[in-house]
């Protein structure tokens, strides 16, 4: 009998999870697993995750990838299927806490957000006292992916987050506000110019991901502020890595839902064969899938790709 | 046959009491209703006046032969007790809320704050009794209280405001949702943290299991609310007063219906279901996530409208309503079996939400 | 005639934004008769005896049941009362059945427990009732006392309407129009059951654009014009020519 | 005042041709209308009066406050010409599909599809142009054909298989969405890629500078279709069959109207409008989004309920649906500036929506 | 009378499920004449003239108009046949004007560009057009002819579908149920109205149940009973006892 795996992303409509499910399947197929997938119809999408958690343990495979709508929320249905002996990765966004899931193979989004907070703070040198900060963020919702985000930019560029699980709730001077974007070019593009509004002076922009920043970058051209400005962003799909190519982002930390994707089945083929469970990377609660920085404007000290080389390795 | 002349008509200015001349002739007029010989029927109009004397039927019917395509497609696997009974656990909460829906929209109304309402109740009650401390009994009265009051509200703006019910809920939807995203800071609560401080929030979540199925508590109380609701709205002067609201409503008025209040009753019954929708919500997704049925508002409508009950009011059974939202879950849970992409599940549900209303208008074409 | 009016009204007043449907109003009805309401379109006759059931709710005047001042809230309250109207529209609902619509509001409820902890309907006591009501009125054609008031022609749902108010009236009835989309055989029916309902002793308002049937069966004529009473007329001391007159105008009352 | 007393009745069968005998009186009956003297009006009163009279004239009112209101608490920032004409920009989208939800809620119907058909017609038009090398003007037009299709599809859905615009349009809505995903694989298109190979695709984002205003094309199309519809429903034969349609279908039936035609009309019309739609979307965020305006199905039902047009249809100035959607875009801009949350910003236009229908409810309350 | 039917119909049948409307009827309307449609309540008048006006499609027989076979698929085909119709329902809509709802359908354009082009509305012109229809037909009681058709009473109302159809039939007029709702006063303007259009040459066909109407301007009487033709007869030569007899049923005709 084949070995059989499911993989549940968060929806199908971000080409991250379609990326992510691409390289599952070419995995799947190379190692002779039957992979179902499963997809929410949007973000927060808790009752089909958990339907199809259900699906996959009815339908009797050795493993699930999942990547959790809400990392919480899924904890039940996960602890149900680890209880019925199917080993449960999850991809991309933990688990709280993170020992739901057998194992966690993950961008540290965290980190991915201190990268650019860094690379923003070196780059403005003397001028990132003075610096006119916004940030774009997801939603009213703030999960955990836009937090860690968010708060890591910050405290890479030098801010006291306060609650680091909270965005908003900073006192200093340099921020200007932030605002919504829903994740997409339109979103961007309407926070970036309510954001200017308030003080068009703005000139370091954080992107909860690359399409807000490209919406952003529309805003900034339409008010003639596009050179003033850095835009710095989170992703590292190929739209994104061009972008940077073209000036349009200043830098954006990659990630890889490919290679996630693609050690989520390996660790499936590993466990259905003998049992072994994958082990989660020393001193973190999961097994980091790494990030890069990508730029073309490289600064000392923080070790950075250019968009050239990023061109092979990005998703979508 | 002889007709008697009418008598002559009396003079002048002083009028006749009594039928007018020409209408003598009525005395000897047949006293029966007039009959026709039923015209010949085609198989396929027969079929459909049959259907239309019992229009419960058909969602049963479109239930049956879903279950068996999907049956026939996906195998034994769907087929299994255990996966029939996944199902029924699946849409427990859909269900619930479309229960509560179909109260609205048999008064001719819709409500597209039910979900909000839910989620902001299972919100309520877990703030309440595990991060307050609150005792869980008290907690989730609590929350079927101002559940009821959310429900009261949207009621009083339709009823006494006058305002339609869709922009009366389209505003209060936004409302409660923010409320929500408020009051729980958009922080799920994490299952472990309710089995510690409240299990009875996951009363609903326990199940057993009987030939291989396993039946969760959330799914019988699913069943049980409509059948209580089955049993008010055909057997009691309420329900009946519910179904004639929606039928007309400045009928129902004239004929000395309080239907102010009995409309203010039924938007307050459906905020308490779904409250009670939030008990067991939290059972079937074991945390409470503030984030978690977004689409539910949208979802009851669909699985309602399915289930043959007229957006106009006063018509249909609301026991299509849960058959209803069976058939939006079979479908789900046999697509997936059949590994379809979600793409062409959404894409399916599109067409079946046509199709199935298409066939029930095509069922109510006949006249009786 | 000098018994106190059964229903009485003085000085009613009602407003729709520029228009003054009931202006300063007055009214009797006695104890037992049959007072016809005619007026041209428009004149306020609806408008008065929604006021009297207590659909509507008058700007201004008071009423009196019985000697005893009354205000309707609600047409329940009128009905409550004894007061049983049938409204130009009739006031039926399409889709629920015959024993349903008579029951409107005035639900029996079984005996014991099943009634008073769970409310249910006595639904055969209810459907006997109606039958014999509706066969008592002559309204045999009607085969099915389950159907849908949907299904029934017009002639048909007047009756039941009509056998609704007849059945459950006790001190008086109100029919606004009973017979304006009738033909003959029905509107012949309607004033048939009207006398009937009198020789009961309860009182009938009849509203009509139809003289012949207002001549035939009314004891007494109230003449309305412009939001008021113009005047009451004996039908045995006027003409039809004089009633018609009075009502639109073209002579005066002396 | 002398009668002449009737003339005898004639006798028996033959009856009498002329007017019954009762009638004789009417002769001299008054021929004028009745007239009362108008009652004292409370100020109140006197101003719910004026506003009836030109109902159109209440969004406005609403707008002008608004603004004035968010002008004294967010200060000059919010007063500024450039933000105006931003908030004008930002509505641009939103507004057109207004225009189209307008139409449709004018016939006594809803569209729950119209954001949907706008995404995928500009998802249609850019893989068209940007990824298969089909030259912009013929892209678009293939969108505007695609779009017309998409709209007659629903419309053909309403009138023929006389479904509820509801159903279908939910259908419908699920069925582009999934399209939509299915033919964009979920990926944007570039602003950088957009400008090479088709710029005009983004014509509708280009702009100038009056008055220290910024006005984009964009925001003028969005006038340009108000006041092109606004001649069309009001100074046209067709205009004024959509009103009747809205009104009392079986009437305008009955009248002589071809009501199915003119649906399917109205539908195609609002699909080809959601494709112009698409093009201005595209010029309007930069690049081509398969995941924006997945909101804009309400946001635009949202528009034409603060608009003032009524849900029932019929009535209703095409033109409120425009101030409804710059009232909602004042309060948005408004609120941010004034540093409000979003959480609060979704509360605010709860209460916006329930209350801008509250007033146009009692305005309409005075009978004229 | 052997000049040729203006508008004939044979065998018509039109079934609503298990009802039969029509029955295999038969119709003729002579010119210039004023022919009275009489019976029963559900008798299929209504469905009748529905059929002769495209207001539904016939499930079998053939109409045929001066001669010519038609079958119209709308009511604006008959009406583009020059056959006007005022529906028991009046079929106009409550929130446009009463200029819109004369025009409705048949709207004028503007001459040359704005017309052609812009298809523009000439107002003005229907406006004035409108006005003298309805001044001529007597209803000069409507202050402004672009208020709204609600706002006016059902006598008004009325008037206005009666004098939209007056003002456009070139061929023949049909009536139904004119003056059901209307008072002693507002139905006497209606008949006028109709006698109006005959005196230009126009023929009517009108359904009432006021006997004393039908026989006091009717030229024939079509009697229908049970969904057919039962007779056709002349008021000059039957009393109302044998018509009300013939169409009820009570007396068979010779
Ligand atoms: N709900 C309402 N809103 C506004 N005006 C109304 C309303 N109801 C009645 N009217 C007006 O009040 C006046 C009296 O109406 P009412 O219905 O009482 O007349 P009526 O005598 O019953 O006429 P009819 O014989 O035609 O039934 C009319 O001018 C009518 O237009
Ligand atoms: N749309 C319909 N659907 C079903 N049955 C119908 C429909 N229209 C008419 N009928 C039935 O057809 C029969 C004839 O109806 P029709 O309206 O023609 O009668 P009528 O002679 O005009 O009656 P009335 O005098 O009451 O207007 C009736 O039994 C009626 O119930
Ligand atoms: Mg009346
Ligand atoms: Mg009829």
Same mark, same amino acid.
């Given at each position: 009998d084949a070995i059989g795996a499911c993989l549940i992303t968060k929806t199908d409509t971000n080409p991250f999870f379609v990326k992510m499910r691409e390289g599952a399947t070419a995995a799947a197929a190379e190692k002779g697993i039957t992979l179902q997938t499963y997809a929410g119809r949007i973000d927060g999408d808790v009752e089909n995750q958990i339907a199809a958690v259900e699906s996959c343990i009815a339908a009797g495979v050795s493993g699930i990838l999942i990547t959790p709508s809400d990392s919480r929320a899924l904890a039940p249905a996960v602890t149900q299927a680890r209880a019925a002996g199917i080993l449960v990765i999850a991809l991309d966004t933990p688990f709280e806490p993170a020992d739901t899931a057998s194992a966690t193979f993950a961008t540290d989004n965290f980190r991915a957000g201190v990268l650019i907070g860094e690379w923003a703070a070196a780059t403005l040198g003397d001028a990132a006292a003075s610096a006119r900060i916004a940030t774009l963020d997801l939603n009213a919702s703030q999960i955990s992916v836009d937090y860690l985000r968010n708060q890591g930019f910050m405290t890479g560029f030098g801010i006291d987050v306060k609650d680091p699980t909270r965005i908003g709730d900073e006192d200093d001077g340099r921020i200007v506000g932030s605002d919504v974007t829903n994740g997409n070019e339109e979103g961007g593009r309407t926070a970036m110019e309510n954001l200017l509004q308030v003080d068009p002076a703005i000139n370091v922009v954080y992107t909860i991901n690359e399409p807000a920043a490209a919406g952003a970058y529309e805003a900034l051209r339409a008010m003639g502020r596009q050179n003033e400005v850095l835009i710095v962003s989170v992703d590292g799909g190929c739209p994104g890595v061009r972008n940077v190519a073209e000036g349009v982002i200043g830098a954006t930390s990659m990630q890889f839902p490919l290679r996630m994707a693609s050690m989520g089945i390996e660790a499936i083929a590993a466990f259905a064969a003998d049992g072994t469970e994958p082990a989660n990377a020393e001193g973190l609660d999961f097994f980091n899938t790494g990030v890069t920085l990508v730029t073309d404007k490289p600064v000392d000290g923080i070790p950075s790709i250019t968009s050239d080389e990023a061109l092979g390795l990005c998703w979508g | 046959m002889t007709t008697t002349p009418p008598p002559p008509p009396r003079p002048g200015p002083v009028s006749g009491r009594g039928p007018s001349d020409f209408e003598t002739g009525l005395a000897a007029s047949p006293q029966g209703v007039a009959r026709f010989e039923a015209p010949r029927r085609t198989p396929l109009a027969g079929i459909q006046h049959l259907l239309h004397a019992t229009p419960t039927l058909v969602p049963v019917i479109v239930l049956a032969l879903s279950i068996l395509v999907f049956g026939l497609i996906a195998g034994e696997r769907f087929f299994s007790p255990f996966n029939l009974s996944l199902i029924l656990q699946q849409v427990s909460i859909i269900g619930i809320l479309a229960a509560a829906q179909s109260l609205i929209v048999l008064t001719a109304g819709i409500d597209l704050s039910v979900a909000a309402i839910m989620v902001l109740m299972s919100v309520v009650s877990g703030k309440l009794a595990i991060t307050m401390g609150v005792p869980a009994p008290l907690a989730l009265g609590a929350s079927f209280a101002l559940g009821t009051l959310a429900g009261m509200l949207n009621g009083l703006m339709v009823a006494r405001l006058k305002l339609p019910p869709f922009i009366v809920t389209l505003g209060t939807w936004n409302i409660f949702f923010a409320l929500n995203l408020w009051f729980s800071g958009a922080q799920s609560i994490r299952s472990q943290d309710i089995d510690a401080a409240a299990p009875l929030l996951k009363f609903f979540g326990n199940s057993f299991r009987v030939a291989g199925a396993n039946i969760t508590f959330g799914s019988i109380l699913m069943v049980v609310i409509f059948a209580v609701l089955w049993y008010v709205l055909n057997r009691t002067a309420w329900g009946r007063h519910v179904y004639a609201i929606g039928d007309d409503k400045a009928a129902a008025e004239l004929a000395g219906i309080r239907t102010d209040r009995v409309l203010v009753q039924v938007y307050a019954l459906a905020g308490f279901i779904c409250a009670i929708g939030a008990w067991a919500a939290i059972g079937r997704v074991g945390s409470i996530s503030p984030q978690s049925f977004y689409e539910g508002n949208l979802q009851s409508i669909t699985a309602v409208v399915i289930g043959g009950i007229s957006l106009f009011g006063g018509r249909g059974s609301i026991m299509g309503a849960l058959f209803g939202a069976l058939i939006v879950g079979v479908f789900q849970s046999g697509l997936r079996l059949a590994g379809v992409d979600v793409l062409w599940q959404v894409f399916a549900i599109g067409w079946l939400i046509i199709i199935a209303v298409a066939i029930d208008q095509w069922i109510r074409k006949v006249s009786a | 005639m000098n018994r106190e009016p059964i229903l009485k009204a003085r000085g009613l007043v009602k407003r729709y934004g520029r228009v003054t449907a009931l202006d300063d109003c007055d009214f009797d009805l006695m104890p037992g008769e049959i007072l016809a309401v005619i007026g041209d379109n428009g004149a306020g006759k609806s408008s008065l005896i929604k006021a009297l059931s207590g659909a509507i709710a008058i700007d201004e005047g008071e009423i009196t049941l019985d000697g005893q001042p009354v205000s309707f809230a609600s047409p329940l309250a009128a009905r409550d009362a004894g007061i049983e109207t049938v409204y130009q529209t009739l006031a @039926?609902?399409?889709? @629920?059945s015959i024993v349903e619509n008579m029951f409107m509001g005035r639900e029996w409820r079984r005996p014991g427990l099943a009634g008073r902890w769970f409310r249910a309907l006595d639904r055969d006591r209810m459907r006997a009732f109606a039958r014999d009501k509706l066969s008592e009125l002559g309204l045999m054609t009607i085969q099915n006392i389950d159907q849908p008031v949907e299904t029934l022609s017009g002639g048909q749902r007047q009756g039941v309407a009509v056998a609704r108010a007849a059945a459950f009236g006790s001190r008086v009835v109100i029919l606004d129009e009973p017979t304006a989309a009738l033909g003959v055989k029905e509107s012949r029916r309607v004033l048939e059951l009207i006398l009937d309902v009198k020789s009961r002793g309860i009182p009938i308002i009849l509203i009509s654009h139809n003289m012949p049937h207002v001549f035939e069966v009314a004891d007494r004529i109230h003449v309305h014009r412009l939001g008021r009473r113009l005047c009451v007329i004996d039908p045995r001391e006027h003409s039809m020519s004089d009633a018609v007159a009075y009502m639109t105008g073209a002579k005066a009352p002396h």
């Open positions: - | - | @039926l609902s399409p889709a @629920l």
